[in-house]
Every structure is written in C-alpha cells, then in structure tokens.
C-alpha cells in the first residue's frame, strides 16, 4: 500500500480567510495525487489531479483560482482555499495513486469549516 | 464518460452472515480496474479489494470476495462471516487502464449495517 498524512485533521476558519490543507505521501514518491471533496452522506467528487511540477488539472467546475494546488514535491501537495466561505466548509481528501492496477492510497481527511 | 451504480443505499446483515453488495458500471473500454474501498466511521478510505478487467478469475481477500461479470458490467462485493468491524460505507469505483493519470469514478457508496 502507500501511507499519506493530511493536516490537519480538521481546521475552523472565518468567511473570507484563506486556509491551506497539506498531504503528504510518507512511504514513496508520487508524481500524481488526487484532491476529492465529500460531503456528508455523499460520494468523493474529484477537484483536481496534482502532477508533481506541473499545474494541476482541475474537474468541470472546481474554481482554480479557488482552490489552489500546488505540489512542489513528489511527497508534498497542498490545497488551499482562498477567501473561504461557509459553503466551502465540507471533508476533504487527498490520495495518492500506486501499484499495478493504479490503486489509489487515501490520506485521512481535513474537515473544513467555514463560519 | 463511465459511470458506476451502487443501487442499495443500505444494506444490513446479522453478525457471522453472509452480505452481497452490488455495483454494476458503464463503459465501452475493455481494459480497466475496478475497486471496493471501505469507509468506517472514522472517514479513513481504504481499499478492500481490486479486480483487472483482464482477469477471468474473481479476486478474494480473506473474507472479501467479488462477482466479476464483465459482459453483464457487474462487480458485486460478498462479505463473508460478517463482522461487527464491517459496518461502514462501502464505495465502488472504476479506473480506465489507459494512461497512469486517470481518475477513479465512484459509485455513490452502499451503507453497510451489522447487526449482532
């Protein structure tokens, strides 16, 4: 498998803050990660794919002036909310994609909330 | 576009039973991967098991085992000897093997109660 950290775990901000969640892969190196959003009782809808080096590709949609990717490193992504509001506040996840069949590696989620 | 149906929003099952989640899938590629991730309480996402399109031969993990039907663009997922440690949302996904940069689509996920 693969071993992927977020912080943090959960973070409260105030309307028009901006807030940054970081993933990291902790056990190799990753040249593509993934950014979903989910909200509760729903499925992970993808925002954005994260190429190592690169700009992020970003799903129909997600706001990439919004939500900003950056992924300096093959073990370093970060997403930040710009000028948040409280309809941004939902669970975000990272993952990470290894293996044969590409499998994809979650990290454990940032609960964001907006007040 | 693919698309993956998770058809039972819930689903429950008495403790040491046997439970049949169903997913089935819309694509005209003949090569991908399908996948069952477990979502507990704890939102933690983890993968329960993985199936190659190109694989006649169902895979199992343990008490995990699938029903692949590729004609009938089905995946089920079996849970056997039922533990009270399953209950959890049970995602479906696909993944087009065509290039290292796909995304999964995820069905919209099966709640799983376990009753004991």
Redesign the interface.
Same mark, same amino acid.
Request: charged share 5%.
């Given at each position: &498998?693969a071993v992927v950290s977020q912080h943090p775990s959960r973070v409260i901000c105030k309307s028009g803050t901006s807030v940054k969640i970081e993933c990291r892969s902790l056990d190799f190196q990753a040249t593509?990660m %993934?950014w979903y959003r $989910?909200f509760p009782k729903?499925?992970?809808m993808?925002m954005a794919?994260s190429?190592e080096g690169s700009k992020a590709?970003y799903e129909q949609g997600v706001e990439k002036d919004k939500f900003l990717i950056n992924h300096a490193s093959l073990t370093l992504s970060t997403l930040t909310v710009t000028s948040a509001h409280p309809e941004d506040s939902s %669970?975000y996840?990272c993952?990470v994609?290894r293996g044969p069949? @590409?499998? $994809? @590696? %979650?990290g454990? &989620?940032t609960r964001l909330t907006v007040t | 576009a693919q698309t993956v149906t998770q058809s039972q929003p819930e689903m429950s099952v008495q403790e040491a039973e046997t439970v049949t989640l169903s997913c089935t899938y819309d694509t005209s590629e003949s090569d991908y991967y399908l996948f069952w991730y477990k979502q507990p309480p704890s939102r933690q996402m983890i993968l329960v098991i993985r199936q190659e399109a190109y694989k006649q031969q169902n895979a199992t993990e343990n008490r995990f085992s699938v029903n692949f039907q590729k004609a009938a663009k089905s995946f089920s997922l079996k849970i056997s000897d039922s533990q009270l440690g399953d209950a959890a949302m049970y995602f479906c996904a696909y993944r087009s093997a065509r290039n290292a940069g796909n995304m999964l689509t995820f069905g919209g996920g099966t709640r799983l109660m376990v009753k004991p």
């Open positions: &498998g593509t %993934f $989910q729903q499925s992970l993808l794919t190429n590709t %669970f996840i993952s994609q069949s @590409y499998e $994809q @590696y %979650f454990p &989620g | -």
